[in-house]
């Protein structure tokens, strides 16, 4: 006779193990909380309750970078608060205890990298016991509020059109006694340097030339070669050697314009010794690539050689190009631009058809415009650059050719 099958209940593993849990003492963590269906208790959204916390908060400020920051009524956006950048306050030095006298070149019309660096140093004296920099150039003194100018005496615009170092200098000698500043600084460039000696020696004083580093105690520059450090109390007359000194930023002076009749008319009234003097003109191509201020450089995206060289000729910039572009000897190799090749301080760098490798990066970090024409929008030279074309570099280069000739018609 055949023994009936026995039925065990089939053990859950899980209860067991649950069960060993508390019957031995071990951490209760093994036991699971019965889940929300069993309880009938209605499951939470967790981004309801996100979005519930970020109302009770204060929204998110924005930056909105094309509304001008001087203004003081941002519009909103998408129901946010949009906080814009304060304007950076106005300094006004109404009594000032003394005068600082930088006298600029301003080549051209504008406000060059070595005018700044002037400003600068004038203000480091200035700022030391409550004193005024005084600028005096060509132009108005709009573009110098920011460099640090409290007051500005505007130059006659033909001031600066001929080479009459003469005129020059007797009007410095007239803003000097008519002002009696503490300290005159000239930028020691060629043209500043040589107004600055003619005034020493009319005045009989001595020139400190090359401060490379100033207070209100001691001016130091470098001499036999860079390899001696000569300092003292600074004089009166001083020249300001380029790069010494950083240019302000994030400062706003008033630069109040100063009304000085006399001293230019005694400058006007001096005639030149020389007759027939004039600025010759020089093949841009012939300078050295630290030394021009206008760079025109091409890169791999430039095929129409023909149109780069007749731009150049057109803008009267010094051409250069790419590590690439003078490996294929489309340039000799003392126009390459970068870590490898020439380390540029350009006013302006307008690049045809460069990607921007680091290593050409590296070498126009000096330069205080850059241009670029590329086809690609993520281009690194286009991220770099302060006005970029998205273009090809054969379409633009034609193009500025035909409206050069045209403004010239005109």
């Given at each position: 006779?055949?023994?009936?099958?026995?039925?065990?209940?089939?053990?859950?593993?899980?209860?067991?193990?649950?069960?060993?849990?508390?019957?031995?003492?071990?951490?209760?963590?093994?036991?699971?909380?019965?889940?929300?269906?069993?309880?009938?208790?209605?499951?939470?959204?967790?981004?309801?309750?996100?979005?519930?916390?970020?109302?009770?908060?204060?929204?998110?400020?924005?930056?909105?970078?094309?509304?001008?920051?001087?203004?003081?009524?941002?519009?909103?956006?998408?129901?946010?608060?949009?906080?814009?950048?304060?304007?950076?306050?106005?300094?006004?030095?109404?009594?000032?205890?003394?005068l600082i006298l930088a006298i600029l070149d301003r080549p051209g019309g504008e406000v060059?990298?070595?005018?700044?660096?002037?400003?600068?140093?004038?203000?480091?004296?200035?700022?030391?016991?409550?004193?005024?920099?005084?600028?005096?150039?060509?132009?108005?003194?709009?573009a110098l509020t920011e460099a640090g100018s409290d007051r500005h005496v505007a130059l006659?615009?033909?001031?600066?059109?001929?080479?009459?170092?003469?005129?020059?200098?007797?009007?410095?000698?007239?803003?000097?006694?008519?002002?009696?500043?503490?300290?005159?600084?000239?930028?020691?460039?060629?043209?500043?340097?040589?107004?600055?000696?003619?005034?020493?020696?009319?005045?009989?004083?001595?020139?400190?030339?090359?401060?490379?580093?100033?207070?209100?105690?001691?001016?130091?520059?470098?001499?036999?070669?860079?390899?001696?450090?000569?300092?003292?109390?600074?004089?009166?007359?001083?020249?300001?050697?380029?790069?010494?000194?950083?240019?302000?930023?994030?400062?706003?002076?008033?630069?109040?314009?100063?009304?000085?009749?006399?001293?230019?008319?005694?400058?006007?009234?001096?005639?030149?010794?020389?007759?027939?003097?004039?600025?010759?003109?020089?093949?841009?191509?012939?300078?050295?690539?630290?030394?021009?201020?206008?760079?025109?450089?091409?890169?791999?995206?430039?095929?129409?050689?023909?149109?780069?060289?007749?731009?150049?000729?057109?803008?009267?910039?010094?051409?250069?190009?790419?590590?690439?572009?003078?490996?294929?000897?489309?340039?000799?190799?003392?126009?390459?631009?970068?870590?490898?090749?020439?380390?540029?301080?350009?006013?302006?760098?307008?690049?045809?058809?460069?990607?921007?490798?680091?290593?050409?990066?590296?070498?126009?970090?000096?330069?205080?415009?850059?241009?670029?024409?590329?086809?690609?929008?993520?281009?690194?030279?286009?991220?770099?650059?302060?006005?970029?074309?998205?273009?090809?570099?054969?379409?633009?280069?034609?193009?500025?050719?035909?409206?050069?000739?045209?403004?010239?018609?005109?």
């Amino acid at each position: 006779m055949t023994t009936p099958p026995t039925f065990r209940r089939r053990v859950d593993p899980r209860a067991e193990r649950a069960a060993r849990t508390i019957l031995t003492g071990q951490r209760p963590r093994l036991l699971r909380q019965p889940v929300a269906a069993a309880t009938n208790e209605r499951r939470r959204d967790p981004r309801a309750i996100r979005d519930a916390a970020l109302v009770q908060r204060q929204p998110r400020p924005r930056y909105d970078w094309t509304r001008d920051a001087a203004s003081t009524t941002p519009a909103p956006m998408m129901g946010a608060a949009i906080a814009v950048a304060p304007a950076i306050p106005l300094q006004v030095i109404a009594e000032p205890a003394y005068l600082i006298l930088a006298i600029l070149d301003r080549p051209g019309g504008e406000v060059s990298e070595h005018d700044r660096q002037v400003i600068a140093a004038a203000r480091l004296l200035a700022d030391a016991g409550g004193g005024a920099v005084v600028t005096v150039s060509t132009g108005s003194g709009e573009a110098l509020t920011e460099a640090g100018s409290d007051r500005h005496v505007a130059l006659p615009e033909n001031w600066a059109d001929d080479y009459v170092p003469e005129r020059r200098a007797a009007t410095a000698s007239a803003l000097i006694e008519a002002l009696s500043p503490r300290h005159i600084l000239f930028p020691d460039s060629p043209d500043g340097a040589d107004v600055a000696r003619r005034v020493a020696a009319a005045a009989g004083e001595r020139l400190f030339a090359g401060v490379q580093s100033l207070g209100p105690d001691r001016a130091t520059r470098q001499s036999a070669g860079g390899s001696l450090e000569t300092g003292h109390r600074p004089t009166r007359l001083m020249t300001v050697a380029a790069d010494a000194f950083a240019p302000l930023d994030g400062v706003r002076h008033e630069a109040r314009p100063l009304d000085l009749a006399g001293p230019l008319l005694a400058g006007e009234k001096v005639l030149p010794r020389l007759g027939g003097a004039r600025r010759l003109a020089v093949d841009p191509d012939a300078l050295s690539l630290s030394e021009t201020d206008f760079i025109l450089s091409a890169g791999n995206g430039v095929t129409d050689w023909g149109s780069f060289a007749e731009l150049g000729e057109a803008l009267g910039a010094t051409r250069a190009g790419s590590r690439v572009v003078c490996d294929a000897g489309h340039l000799p190799r003392e126009r390459q631009v970068g870590a490898s090749g020439t380390v540029v301080s350009a006013r302006c760098y307008l690049a045809f058809g460069i990607a921007g490798a680091p290593q050409h990066l590296q070498g126009i970090t000096g330069v205080r415009h850059v241009i670029a024409v590329n086809t690609d929008l993520h281009a690194e030279m286009i991220k770099r650059a302060d006005l970029s074309i998205v273009a090809d570099a054969q379409a633009v280069m034609p193009a500025l050719i035909r409206l050069i000739r045209e403004r010239r018609h005109d």
